[in-house]
C-alpha cells in the first residue's frame, strides 16, 4: 500500500506504515531506513550484549533495545526514532508502543544512508529531548563519537582501536575493533 505525499506527516501516519517499510518520523518528514549490513548488526548485538551483561552484573535498573524499537523523544507523539540501540533506566518511559522520552544512551552505527540523518538531525534532537550520552560508531571512518549531553561538553572522538568508558555505565571500558 503506497502513502500518498503529504506536506507534513503525523504520528498516525507513522504507526500505519506499511509492515514492509520502517521508517522514522521526524519534524512531520519518513525518513527511510535501509536494511542494515552484518557489520551494522554485528556490532549491535555484540553492543547490546556488552550492555546487558554489565547492568545484570551491577544489579541494574537499565533495559537495554536493541532496532527495531520506537522512541517518541520527548513524549509528544510527533517525532518517532528507532535508534540501533537504546537504554531505558526510568521503565516509566517504556510502553506497549516503546519509550515515550527520552532514553538516557542512545547508539547509532552509522551507514551510507543514515549518515546526515544520524551526525546532524538526530544528534540535535537528542540534544534537546535530554539524552545523556549519544554514540555514533561509524564502521567506514573507523570511529566513535560521543556525546555527553548531560555535561554539556563537546564530543570525544575515539578510533576504534582505543578504549572509551561510558558516562552512564563507570567502570564499563569497551574498544569497538575487539567488537568486530
Not at 507534513?8 to 521508517?23: C, F, G, I, Q, V
Not at 557489520?39 to 555484540?46: C, F, G, M, P, W
Not at 532514553?103 to 546532524?120: A, F, G, Q, W
Request: overall charge negative; aromatic content about 12%.
Amino acid at each position: 500500500m503506497a502513502l500518498i505525499e503529504k506536506q507534513k506527516y503525523t504520528s498516525k501516519d507513522y504507526w500505519n506504515l506499511p509492515e514492509d517499510r520502517r521508517a522514522e518520523l521526524i519534524d512531520g518528514k519518513f525518513y527511510d531506513m535501509a536494511p542494515p549490513s552484518f557489520q551494522h548488526q554485528k556490532l549491535v548485538s555484540e553492543l547490546t550484549q556488552l550492555f546487558g551483561s554489565y547492568v545484570k552484573a551491577h544489579n541494574g535498573n537499565c533495559e537495554v533495545i536493541p532496532a527495531p524499537f520506537a522512541v517518541n523523544l520527548e513524549a509528544d507523539d510527533k517525532d518517532w526514532v528507532e535508534p540501533d540501540i537504546s537504554i531505558i533506566c526510568d521503565h516509566s518511559k517504556l510502553t506497549p508502543k516503546g519509550c515515550i522520552g527520552a532514553p538516557d544512551l542512545i547508539v547509532e552505527i552509522v551507514s551510507l544512508s543514515s549518515r546526515k540523518t544520524d551526525y546532524i538531525i538526530k544528534s540535535g534532537k537528542y540534544a534537546i529531548a535530554g539524552v545523556r550520552e549519544y554514540w555514533i560508531v561509524d564502521p567506514e571512518k573507523e570511529r566513535i563519537t560521543i556525546y555527553h549531553y548531560e555535561e554539556d561538553a563537546a564530543p570525544v572522538i575515539y578510533p576504534f582501536s582505543s578504549g572509551f568508558e561510558s558516562s552512564v555505565f563507570p567502570g564499563l571500558r569497551i574498544a569497538i575493533a575487539t567488537l568486530l
